[in-house]
T-cell receptor, first 115, second 113 residues
Framework: QQQVKQSPQSLIVQKGGISIINCAYENTAFDYFPWYQQFPGKGPALLIAIRPDVSEKKEGRFTISFNKSAKQFSLHIMDSQPGDSATYFCAAMEGKTGTASKLTFGTGTRLQVTL | DTGVSQNPRHKITKRGQNVTFRCDPISEHNRLYWYRQTLGQGPEFLTYFQNEAQLEKSRLLSDRFSAERPKGSFSTLEIQRTEQGDSAMYLC???????????FGPGTRLTVT
């Protein structure tokens, strides 16, 4: 059972455009939602993360929008650049104390930013 | 470089052989995680240590897999009697205290022929 569903699977955006990647979850115990960026042959790198007590978080060109009632969150990349071309993963973590803080990942979105 | 390091970066082995990977977490990070990533998929949780204690193992971690973190610093992941289905990228991550942020290493790519 896929606990975090991510879409689209791939995305092509022109340079300067806005890239939008969406994720949805079912487990209401999730209370931490990070996004990771991964280049080929590299490990995932933490980009930005949000807790469900806020609806939006912005860091530079990256913004997370969070809709707790819909159990959805999204990553917006403003002014997309060719260097942003990578695979992006959403993830989620349960907030229970005393249990392992493992991440559950989405299936990834391959972003290509064209000139 | 003070990030998470993993060795080797690549490993090619024949089916049935045993392999061992090493992960060195960020200094002072007391939590260490192993994940497995197959082509085109997101990482999947395998196991997790807090200091030297292994606190959770995924059902993905069959009895052919064993992980240790003997002194609460580096960790090893051993796969016995490798199978072609074990071919994947094995990722290690670490985090500090109660912090949620997990920082990943570059991974070890295993190919079983």
């Amino acid at each position: 059972q896929q606990q975090v569903k991510q879409s689209p699977q791939s995305l092509i955006v022109q340079k300067g455009g806005i890239s939008i990647i969406n994720c949805a979850y079912e487990n209401t115990a999730f209370d931490y939602f990070p996004w990771y960026q991964q280049f080929p042959g590299k490990g995932p790198a933490l980009l930005i993360a949000i807790r469900p007590d806020v609806s939006e978080k912005k860091e530079g060109r990256f913004t997370i929008s969070f809709n707790k009632s819909a159990k959805q969150f999204s990553l917006h990349i403003m002014d997309s650049q060719p260097g942003d071309s990578a695979t992006y993963f959403c993830a989620a973590m349960e907030g229970k104390t005393g249990t392992a803080s493992k991440l559950t990942f989405g299936t990834g979105t391959r972003l290509q930013v064209t000139l | 470089d003070t990030g998470v390091s993993q060795n080797p970066r690549h490993k090619i082995t024949k089916r049935g052989q045993n392999v061992t990977f090493r992960c060195d977490p960020i200094s002072e990070h007391n939590r260490l995680y192993w994940y497995r990533q197959t082509l085109g998929q997101g990482p999947e949780f395998l196991t997790y240590f807090q200091n030297e204690a292994q606190l959770e193992k995924s059902r993905l971690l069959s009895d052919r897999f064993s992980a240790e973190r003997p002194k609460g610093s580096f960790s090893t992941l051993e796969i016995q009697r490798t199978e072609q289905g074990d071919s994947a990228m094995y990722l290690c991550a670490s985090s500090l205290g109660a912090g949620r942020e997990q920082y990943f290493g570059p991974g070890t790519r295993l190919t079983v022929t």
